[in-house]
């Protein structure tokens, strides 16, 4: 899977909106843009995922870049809940192994009361 | 459903015992994944099933580990004499073929002395 990076750490105020960047110059046609997060001593849990065009869901939105290099995870309003490590993952699609997830270090999203 | 759910969620042994792992899935769910996580990384990936078919396992899972799913439903992830260097977070994941995200259970952590 291609690599993406992000910073290693972001701060935010509780009701502020929250942008969460990723990096991924060397991502393929096929690859998916998928985020997680994994809430303190807790699992991963899916949050979000797109492929070309921007996404919307209950949790946040997806802004993908135009040449796909680079990716925004938007929260509009961040709550103390929303506090976590944040990974952005590129997933294969049109290869074999599409099936499992490749983690990095992700950015972990301090939200201030 | 209540998710997937792992047990036990604390083991501590001591260096050279065996320790066995067990996962529940989402039921219906055909594809089952462990992970592993230390401490400030991202999981990594360990091994997948389809049924109770183990389709892949990766480098990191040697020949003191083992993972069972014998009938398409639970998993079970034995380590035998374990070592000082297995203590992690081992996560459970499951979903559908074709369906992009995985749910995960909330781990078990592992500590060896």
């Known amino acids: 899977d291609a690599k993406t990076t992000q910073p290693n750490s972001m701060e935010s105020n509780e009701e502020e909106p929250v942008h969460l960047p990723c990096n991924h110059s060397t991502i393929s046609g096929t690859d998916y843009i998928h985020w997680y997060r994994q809430l303190p001593s807790q699992g991963p849990e899916y949050v979000i995922h797109g492929l070309t065009s921007n996404v919307n869901n209950r949790m946040a939105s997806l802004a993908i870049a135009e040449d796909r290099k680079s990716s925004t995870l938007i929260l509009h309003r961040a709550t103390l809940r929303d506090a976590a490590v944040y990974y952005c993952?590129?997933?294969?699609?049109?290869?074999?192994?599409?099936?499992?997830?490749?983690f990095g270090k992700g950015t972990l999203l301090t939200v201030n009361p | 459903d209540t998710g997937v759910s792992q047990d036990p969620r604390h083991k501590i042994t001591k260096r050279g015992q065996n320790v066995t792992f067990r996962c529940d899935p989402i039921?219906?769910?055909?594809?089952l994944y462990w992970y592993r996580q230390t401490l400030g990384q991202g999981p990594e990936f360990l091994t997948y099933?389809?049924?109770?078919?183990?389709?892949?396992k990766s480098r990191l899972l040697s020949d003191r580990f083992s993972a069972e799913r014998p009938k398409g439903s639970f998993s079970t992830l034995e380590i035998q004499r374990t070592e000082q260097g297995d203590s992690a977070m081992y996560l459970c994941?499951?979903?559908?073929?074709?369906?992009?995200?995985?749910?995960f259970g909330p781990g078990t952590r592992l500590t060896v002395l």
């Open positions: 039921s219906e769910h055909n594809r």
């Open positions: 994941a499951s979903n559908s073929f074709g369906y992009n995200e995985q749910f």
């Open positions: 993952i590129l997933r294969d699609q049109g290869g074999g192994s599409n099936y499992k997830l490749t």
């Open positions: 099933f389809q049924n109770e078919a183990q389709l892949e």
